[in-house]
């Protein structure tokens, strides 16, 4: 029998909070992280988007000066969230480190520190370009910072999957563990793209909000003005531990990574299938790895990005994979106060869906003003309370390149 997994430690920075309980507190009360951006580039690149979802606590507030420097910003947000999930789980320093694995993951990587080095090769020469600026750009740089910092020696493991690479990071970790290779994983996510660049890309292939006269209702999944995702940024960090040995000294268990699936749609490199065929599966497959019947869910944390052509196929294929439960099941699109944080978004989301379980708790969907005929779910946008006794919840992740990833997470 394959061994039980479970989830003893949380960690995160986002737009909504600069820690766990922040980001939890906020999400339940549903406020929203996106601002107007301020900076000098915003004008000098004529930006025809100008708001974003920063994290609420800079970096700098945190980590050293020393520190922060020989760090990429994604980087810098992976070591916050992973040394909060570290303290959180009580592990003792005492752990063998070679069972002990990372797998870390991002979206796009060290962008900031990619592009800020290529101004200075053309503006001041190739003597000026710093000696760190490779590990400080290389996508695998925050599992490989995470896996310095904590001393893990089973691997360090950099899954890269678009919006999807902070839910394959779990996937990853809980095949780790149950496979023998670790007894504890430390998964997450990290990104730092709020950028000129990412930004005007982002907005040439239509796929941002451009509310720029009202940030914090941009982001809105499922209503029928939605117009595009907000740009986010941060990470989230878990501890994947396996029973055993989390029993054996003792820890706090917050829930169980009951099950986890990844598919491709083999589709568009952009665009959802439209019929939700690939996320159908992926929801298919985790209840099945889980062990659970569709009636067993009471909870999504649903990737909503609030874009015009991506929430109705995560719709289709909630409604595939959930039948007729579809409809006693409460859905949150947290995007809608956090903004979309590309490849951290569904380890920040996996934080929430575990605590929404643990805490018997949903976190609310903000901005939901007229909900589309067409995705008729219930959408969670005010308090509420999840049933008691043995749950699951499952929250979903998709990226570009056709990427769906599913986890179910159960109650301890």
């Known amino acids: 029998m394959a061994r039980k997994v479970v989830i003893t430690g949380l960690g995160a920075t986002s737009p909504i909070g600069g820690d766990v309980p922040t980001t939890w507190k906020n999400s339940l009360q549903g406020v929203s992280g996106a601002r107007t951006l301020e900076d000098d580039w915003v004008e000098e690149y004529n930006l025809p988007v100008h708001f974003a979802a920063r994290v609420s606590t800079p970096a700098s507030e945190v980590l050293s000066r020393v520190e922060a420097k020989r760090m990429d910003p994604s980087t810098q947000f992976a070591i916050i969230s992973a040394r909060e999930a570290w303290k959180d789980s009580g592990l003792e320093e005492n752990l063998d480190q070679e069972r002990f694995a990372v797998s870390f993951a991002t979206g796009i990587g060290g962008v900031w520190?990619?592009?800020d080095a290529w101004d200075t090769l053309r503006e001041k020469g190739p003597r000026r370009v710093l000696p760190m600026t490779v590990p400080m750009l290389m996508p695998n740089g925050p599992a490989a910072a995470v896996s310095l910092d904590l001393g893990a020696?089973?691997?360090?493991?950099?899954?890269?999957?678009?919006?999807?690479?902070?839910?394959?990071?779990?996937?990853?970790?809980?095949?780790?563990?149950?496979?023998g290779r670790a007894d504890v994983v430390v998964s997450g996510g990290a990104e730092a793209a709020i950028h000129p660049m990412?930004?005007?890309?982002?907005?040439?292939?239509?796929?941002?909000?451009?509310?720029?006269?009202?940030?914090?209702?941009?982001?809105?999944?499922?209503?029928?003005?939605?117009?595009?995702?907000?740009?986010?940024?941060?990470?989230?960090?878990?501890?994947?531990?396996?029973?055993?040995?989390?029993?054996?000294?003792?820890?706090?268990?917050?829930?169980?990574?009951a099950g986890t699936?990844?598919?491709?749609?083999?589709?568009?490199?952009?665009?959802?299938?439209?019929?939700?065929?690939?996320?159908?599966?992926?929801?298919?497959?985790?209840m099945f790895d889980a062990r659970v019947q569709p009636n067993d869910v009471v909870h999504v944390n649903a990737h909503a990005t609030a874009t015009p052509v991506g929430d109705k196929p995560e719709y289709t294929?909630?409604?595939?994979?959930?039948?007729?439960?579809?409809?006693?099941?409460?859905?949150?699109?947290?995007?809608?106060?956090?903004?979309?944080?590309?490849?951290?978004?569904?380890?920040?989301?996996?934080?929430?869906?575990?605590?929404?379980?643990?805490?018997?708790?949903?976190?609310?969907?903000?901005?939901?003003?007229?909900?589309?005929?067409?995705?008729?779910?219930?959408v969670i946008t005010s308090e509420r309370q999840l049933p008691d006794g043995d749950v699951v919840a499952l929250s979903n992740s998709f990226g570009f390149g056709g990427h769906n990833a599913v986890i179910a997470i159960r109650n301890a």
């Not at 409604?319 to 439960?325: D, F, I, T, V």
């Open 317 to 378: 294929a909630l409604r595939e994979a959930l039948g007729k439960h579809v409809d006693n099941v409460g859905v949150s699109a947290t995007k809608s106060q956090t903004g979309h944080l590309l490849g951290a978004s569904g380890a920040v989301e996996a934080v929430l869906t575990v605590l929404a379980v643990h805490e018997r708790q949903a976190p609310m969907t903000i901005n939901l003003d007229n909900q589309d005929p067409e995705i008729p779910l219930d």
């Open 198 to 257: 990412p930004l005007a890309a982002f907005n040439s292939m239509q796929a941002l909000s451009r509310r720029n006269d009202d940030p914090e209702h941009a982001s809105r999944p499922y209503d029928v003005d939605r117009d595009g995702f907000v740009m986010g940024e941060g990470a989230g960090a878990l501890v994947l531990e396996a029973e055993e040995h989390a029993k054996a000294r003792g820890a706090r268990i917050y829930g169980e990574l």
């Open 113 to 115: 520190t990619l592009l």
């Open 261 to 286: 699936a990844v598919t491709s749609d083999s589709y568009h490199i952009t665009a959802p299938d439209p019929e939700g065929l690939g996320a159908t599966r992926a929801l298919k497959a985790a």
């Open 153 to 179: 020696r089973a691997g360090a493991f950099t899954p890269v999957s678009a919006c999807a690479s902070g839910t394959e990071s779990l996937h990853q970790g809980l095949d780790l563990i149950r496979s």
